[in-house]
């Protein structure tokens, strides 16, 4: 085609450091480098969010977006979306002994959130 570099064909060149390896050792090298490819956008993920976002877990948690809508808003005003309004429903029902549902609901009468409790770690 007109315009366009041809690239040289080295692949025998870049796989002689994979040529002595086992299946297995490649499946592994494989699912090491997937890792680490991976990694960076679990660190994002983990660290950044947005409002619609939080909705869109709330929803696929059984809430209507009549419900999910006020519940990110109240984690909003509270500081709290980046600990992801999902994982605070999910955190006040297992600490009250209350179904995702009875939390959310509670939650969105005012109650349960100032008794959320968090580890070092999930502070972070």
Known sequence: MKGYLKRED?????RKHLVNLSDEELKARFWDLAGAAVDPLLEIARTHTTPSI???IL?????SSLEAKPLVEM???RGLIGKGVGHLVYKASKQNNLSIREAGLAMLEGR????LKFTQEAQR
């Open 10 to 14: 080295d692949f025998q060149e870049r």
């Open 54 to 56: 939080e909705r869109s």
């Open 59 to 63: 929803l696929r948690m059984g809430f």
């Open 75 to 77: 984690a909003i005003d």
């Open 112 to 115: 349960l959130w100032d008794a």
